[in-house]
């Protein structure tokens, strides 16, 4: 049956692309609207289609599909999960009715029908989610016409996209009025906004019929709704003809991006000892008086303080009056001729956290014997949203640098994958105090360890994410690792099972105090710094006073205990309120039980928190 199916839908595609007209009977369409079925990883924000009714497979409260916000959710998130989020269906999956609606200024993440959400700054559009009681006088697609910016802009692709998700319903795609004539690729990258009809994803436009969007082809223009600011080099170091190349790139860009009111909007910032706003995102709205104004850009010269233009505009640039649309991805692509010649990683932290998608940018960056010069060598991939290499271009020389333009572009487009904000799992310094006491015994140590990893599993562990230290302590204390000893998921979960039991007392106040001086004082500013004491007994110590001490300090304590821990003193050594970090257990095999909870409870106060 699927065999014969899937044949003539394999023509169907086929015509469709030859620019045939394709007609089908209307009897044949009827077969097929049953609701199209998607996966569980399938982010909103990929489906066109304003309103629409999907089946949900079972599995999707899986953590591993993030969902962002609550009730409202951002279309960064997975549908299916954000529907199990809601409650609207279980995790054995089912049919939804998906509504988008317009973008939010800041999404709360909670925890729900065992699925946690993820609190994000802002995102350009949002969808809810209900029980798929159609409405009468809609009516629904039965193939979903998904965004292709991802794929590449001729060929193959298209049949990529479509072969996935709607191999099961082509039909009624086709069925629709298709314009596939327009949606040709252009042989340049000026097609303007004007020339295609621009996929409108707001409210408003939940009642019409879904527009008929051609598969697969070169949409990044129409979709490319950006608010970008370029951050150019104006250092004595680049001179007068690397910085005429650099404006000459500046204004290729502008061109290739197609800069309006309803696409990409980009302003510019040139530093050197100081950082300045040429001009912000609502001076030239088109590409024309752009790239004039471009041309007009005199170097500032001075040295290149890439750093200190970065908390520039992370303060001041994406602001309402400089033209900031709130809906709009904000993106900072940052030129760096050589090296910088201050600190930016901690810099483009900051800048991250506050919802600002970086991309550097380096030419002519240093070779392996110039490295020694440059205070952070490896900024390039470490100032950026993780280190994939999405956010990063290297260029070996200037005058290749015009060949950067359209993976640029293509990239800061592509705003399915700009989400790189602060969340509960990826922004904290998490520090386990260990008893190593003699009552543990070593197999139920073992037991602590497993713990111990099975918590750190659930974060986004690196350098720039969430880190991770160790102290294991009896009446004496050692530090097993700090925060900067490893830095990736693996490396950390190694030394974890490394960590020797020692045996000996409990002087669970005296390691208290050691953890916040040899793991909490090396935090990094705007870090949260998390403690997760484990304990499976009263201590010898006093621990009121180097509890209060970390609660001074901004340290969030949970205490663990286990079969012989005193729970008055867990109440004392969690921060307040106690319920919500105080955890106990009447043996240590029950211990897994508690890791969901403490995630959730980690993320809920992280989410009831005001950011940064
Ligand atoms: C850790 O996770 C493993 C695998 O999910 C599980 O079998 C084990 O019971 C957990 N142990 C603890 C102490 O959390």
Redesign the pocket.
């Known amino acids: 049956m699927m065999m014969l199916l899937f044949l003539p839908l394999q023509s169907a595609i086929v015509t469709f692309m030859g620019i045939v007209v394709l007609t089908m009977k209307a009897a044949v369409i009827e077969l097929f609207l049953a609701a199209p079925q998607i996966n569980c990883d399938v982010k909103a924000g990929k489906i066109i289609d304003p309103e629409f009714i999907v089946k949900c497979p079972a599995g999707c409260q899986d953590s591993k599909y993030h969902v962002y916000g609550t009730d409202v959710y951002a279309s960064y998130s997975s549908v299916c999960g954000a529907a199990v989020h809601s409650g609207v269906i279980s995790n054995s999956g089912g049919k939804i009715l998906v509504r988008k609606v317009a973008g939010q200024s800041g999404y709360k993440g909670s925890y729900s029908n065992g699925v946690q959400s993820l609190s994000l700054p802002r995102w350009r559009e949002s969808f809810i989610v209900s029980e798929s009681k159609p409405k009468k006088g809609i009516s629904y697609p039965s193939a979903l016409t998904y965004s292709s910016s991802r794929s590449p802009a001729t060929k193959a692709g298209k049949c990529e996209t479509t072969k996935v998700y709607q191999k099961p319903s082509v039909p009624g795609t086709t069925a629709q009025p298709a314009t596939p004539m327009q949606a040709l690729p252009t042989t340049t990258p000026k097609a303007t906004h004007t020339a295609l009809p621009k996929p409108s994803l707001s409210a408003t436009s939940a009642t019409n019929s879904p527009r008929p969007q051609p598969v697969g082809h070169r949409n990044q223009e129409m979709d490319c709704k950006v608010d970008l600011s370029f951050l150019i080099d104006g250092g004595s170091g680049i001179g007068k003809r690397r910085f005429r190349i650099q404006k000459q790139f500046l204004e290729e860009v502008a061109q290739a991006l197609d800069i309006g009111p309803a696409g990409p909007l980009m302003g510019v910032v040139q530093y050197g000892d100081n950082p300045a706003t040429q001009f912000n995102l609502k001076t030239h709205m088109n590409s024309q008086d752009l790239k004039t104004a471009i041309k007009k850009i005199t170097q500032r010269g001075g040295l290149s303080n890439v750093g200190r233009a970065i908390s520039f505009v992370t303060k001041n640039f994406f602001s309402k009056a400089n033209g900031n649309r709130g809906g709009a991805p904000n993106v900072a692509v940052v030129m760096v001729d050589g090296w910088p010649t201050d600190k930016v990683e901690e810099a483009s932290r900051l800048a991250r956290e506050s919802g600002i998608n970086i991309f550097f940018i380096t030419i002519e960056g240093a070779v392996e014997n110039e490295k020694q010069y440059v205070m952070e060598p490896n900024f390039a991939n470490k100032a950026v949203c993780r280190t994939n290499g999405f956010y990063s271009l290297n260029v070996q020389s200037w005058f290749g640098l015009h060949k950067t333009v359209q993976p640029l572009v293509k990239r800061v487009c592509d705003t399915d994958r700009l989400a790189c904000s602060k969340t509960c799992l990826n922004s904290a310094d998490i520090g386990f105090v260990i008893d190593g006491s003699s009552s543990v015994g070593t197999g139920n140590f073992r ?1 602590v360890l ?2 111990v990893a ?1 918590l750190s599993k659930e974060f986004e562990i690196s350098d720039t994410d969430t880190r991770i230290g160790a102290v294991q302590y009896t009446y004496e204390q050692r530090l097993e690792f700090g925060f900067d000893k490893y830095s990736t998921k693996p490396d950390i979960l190694n030394a974890i099972k490394r960590v020797g039991y020692w045996s000996g007392g409990t002087s669970t106040g005296a390691a208290i105090n050691y953890a916040l001086e040899q793991l909490f004082q090396k935090s990094k500013p705007n870090k949260r710094k998390l403690m997760i004491l484990i304990t499976d007994g009263r201590s010898y110590d006093d621990v009121r006073i180097p509890a209060m001490a970390a609660h001074q300090k901004g340290v969030i304590t949970y205490a663990i205990g286990i079969v012989w821990a005193a729970q008055d003193e867990l109440e004392v050594i969690a921060t307040h309120p106690a319920r919500d970090h105080s955890f106990f257990v009447d043996e240590f095999d029950n ?2 039980k508690t ?1 969901p909870r403490i995630i959730q409870n980690i993320c809920t106060e992280f989410n009831s928190q005001p950011r940064n």
């Open positions: 037991t497993q713990f099975n211990l897994y890791v």
